[in-house]
T-cell receptor
Framework: KAGVTQTPRYLIKTRGQQVTLSCSPI?????VSWYQQTPGQGLQFLFE???????NKGNFPGRFSGRQFSNSRSEMNVSTLELGDSALYLC?????????????FGPGTRLLVL | AQSVTQLGSHVSVSEGALVLLRCNYS??????LFWYVQYPNQGLQLLLK??????LVKGINGFEAEFKKSETSFHLTKPSAHMSDAAEYFC????????????FGSGTKLNVKP
């Protein structure tokens, strides 16, 4: 099976702009989670979508939002970008069946906000 | 909420030496337990996981981890370090409630000296 894919891999934006990141999960996986990784804060959970519904949410401001489509592909949007949003954004997919909650990660999208 | 503690943000070993990376979790009910590895500019790759059954779990690349309920620990070991093991290692836990929410430790960077 193909792995988790994320597009784009690299992105440069300026403060105040908005950005949309895309994640295609492993075929058959219904759960998609998003994480922000920075040197200072480590891996922080943003949110998880399951069957097009946000099931879990981390402690991020409302500028961070996401959605999931019927084919399980997910997008993450960040509005009004701030310098502190520069990070590696990781997407992970999971079958999310009982006893099989392993998350499989994509390569990430590296966002630089200038 | 769960918390995951990885003792030692940086660990340095000589090639051929034992690798021991420590992980402790906080919950009284044993969660699902995972170790992931991250190479520079890449996503996270699953090394091994514990869900149920045998408490000594073997993973890829010669790594193994032992779940010790009494110590709430899931330490990662490898008998003989290889230069290619140099990477960052993350311990993660997931509650057994089917909601697929992961909690990651802060990571341990492993340096392997020739």
């Amino acid at each position: 099976k193909a792995g988790v894919t994320q597009t784009p891999r690299y992105l440069i934006k300026t403060r105040g702009q908005q950005v949309t990141l895309s994640c295609s999960p492993i075929s058959g996986h219904r759960s998609v989670s998003w994480y922000q990784q920075t040197p200072g804060q480590g891996l922080q959970f943003l949110f998880e979508y399951f069957s097009e519904t946000q099931r879990n949410k981390g402690n991020f401001p409302g500028r961070f939002s996401g959605r999931q489509f019927s084919n399980s592909r997910s997008e993450m949007n960040v509005s009004t970008l701030e310098l502190g949003d520069s990070a590696l954004y990781l997407c992970a997919s999971s079958p999310a069946t009982a006893g099989e909650e392993t998350q499989y990660f994509g390569p990430g999208t590296r966002l630089l906000v200038l | 909420a769960q918390s995951v503690t990885q003792l030692g943000s940086h660990v340095s070993v000589s090639e051929g030496a034992l690798v021991l990376l420590r992980c402790n979790y906080s919950s009284s009910v044993p969660p699902y337990l995972f170790w992931y590895v991250q190479y520079p500019n890449q996503g996270l790759q699953l090394l091994l996981k514990y869900t149920t059954g045998a408490t000594l779990v073997k993973g890829i690349n010669g790594f193994e981890a032992e779940f010790k309920k009494s110590e709430t620990s899931f330490h990662l070991t490898k008998p003989s370090a290889h230069m290619s093991d140099a990477a960052e290692y993350f311990c993660a836990v997931s509650d057994r409630n089917g909601f697929n929410k992961f909690y990651f430790g802060s990571g341990t960077k492993l340096n392997v000296k020739p």
